[in-house]
């Protein structure tokens, strides 16, 4: 078990996919969000926040509607970390199916001693995939 919690990013509006819900496609027939419920589940605390238009229901994790709405994956993070109970955290937007799991454990031990890791791709930093404290 990982002394930590994940926060799933799925919620938003979807306007750039004509209000479809990204967290529900599929691939390799499960849903996007299934599957990154699937890299997290090692941790010892899983949340999915969401906004007020995407509803699910998972056994055992906690889905928390956006404190602040409508302001994107910022809104989500600040949600996740204000109820994680863990002191770290990992965040992963729900549409990365291709997500390594041992790139969110090595995040978190990257951590150690810091108030957050956010990875930088060609030059552009990534803080939907990222380790946040709650400082």
Request: aromatic residues 10%.
């Amino acid at each position: 078990m990982i002394n930590s919690t994940a926060i799933i990013l799925a919620g938003g509006k979807s306007s750039r996919m004509n209000y479809e819900n990204k967290a529900l496609l599929e691939y390799n027939g499960k849903t996007f969000l299934d599957i990154a419920i699937e890299k997290v589940i090692r941790f010892d605390e899983i949340l999915i926040i969401t906004s007020k238009f995407n509803k699910y229901n998972y056994e055992g994790i906690r889905i928390l509607e956006d404190i602040i709405p409508d302001q994107g994956p910022l809104g989500g993070i600040y949600t996740g970390l204000k109820n994680a109970r863990n002191n770290i955290s990992v965040v992963l937007p729900c549409d990365t199916p291709l997500l390594d799991a041992q790139l969110l454990e090595y995040f978190l031990e990257a951590c150690n001693g810091y108030d957050g890791v956010v990875p930088k791709v060609d030059g552009h930093y990534q803080p939907v995939c990222a380790a946040y404290t709650k400082k």
